[in-house]
């Protein structure tokens, strides 16, 4: 197993620009999560996508979107950033509910 | 709606003492339930899952759960911490099907005194 590797590990934008973070599955999940987590708070569901198809998103605005790849990669993408965009952004893959979640190390974005 | 709550913020214990870490969730439907561990900078490893069946649950690292359908609880213990155990610990739920989101709690800072 490769488990979920994200990249990059640390970035830092300037508010009102945009970013796009990667997020490569575990071999043979199909399901691809992400999740902002603030400082000190537990992890917020953003969106999941299942076989290239969005289908659940969590309460953020349309200006984070995200893609899921053929081979089940996929990318988080966030337009005109705020200064509370800052935060540890994680990717995490699955196979089907009762399987659990795996998750990458995440991506700590700053905006200043 | 599903909610979890994890009463405590911080637990101090000191070293082989055991340790009990409190998570109580609401849901109108069925759910799973997860604790993960945090190391600081890095991402959440699975500690171990309450799919159905037996309520008490076996995990990595010495450490069980107690799935109470009653008082909807899934407290998380182990009978003797080691330093290495000192991390942040997330209760989580999910649906059974669909988007199976979690959820999570706060998150309890585990810190382990020599």
């Known amino acids: 197993e490769t488990g979920v590797t994200q990249s990059p590990t640390h970035l830092i934008k300037t508010r009102g620009q945009q970013v796009t973070l990667r997020c490569s599955s575990q071999?043979?999940?199909?399901?691809v999560s992400w999740y902002q987590q603030a400082l000190g708070q537990g992890p917020q569901f953003i969106f999941q996508?299942?076989?290239?198809?969005?289908?659940g998103r969590g309460n953020f605005p349309p200006r984070f979107s995200g893609l899921q790849f053929p081979n089940y990669s996929s990318e988080l993408n966030v337009n005109a950033l705020e200064l509370d965009d800052s935060a540890l952004y994680l990717c995490?893959?699955?196979?089907?509910?009762?399987?659990?979640?795996?998750f990458g190390s995440g991506t700590r974005l700053t905006v200043v | 709606a599903q909610s979890v709550t994890q009463l405590d913020s911080q637990v101090p214990v000191f070293e082989e003492a055991p340790v009990e870490l409190r998570c109580n969730y609401s849901?109108?439907?069925?759910?799973?339930l997860f604790w993960y561990v945090q190391y600081p900078n890095q991402g959440l490893q699975l500690l171990l899952k309450?799919?159905?069946?037996?309520?008490l649950v076996k995990g990595i690292n010495g450490f069980e759960a107690e799935f109470n359908k009653s008082q909807t609880s899934f407290h998380l213990r182990k009978p003797s911490v080691h330093i290495s155990d000192t991390a942040e610990y997330f209760c989580?739920?999910?649906?059974?099907?669909?988007?199976?989101?979690?959820?999570f709690g706060t998150g309890t800072r585990l810190k382990v005194l020599a």
């Open positions: 995490a893959s699955s196979y089907g509910p009762a399987s659990g979640y795996t």
């Open positions: 071999s043979g999940h199909n399901t």
């Open positions: 996508y299942y076989r290239e198809e969005e289908n």
């Open positions: 849901s109108s439907v069925s759910v799973y």
């Open positions: 309450y799919l159905s069946g037996s309520t």
């Open positions: 989580a739920v999910s649906f059974t099907s669909g988007t199976y989101k979690y959820i």
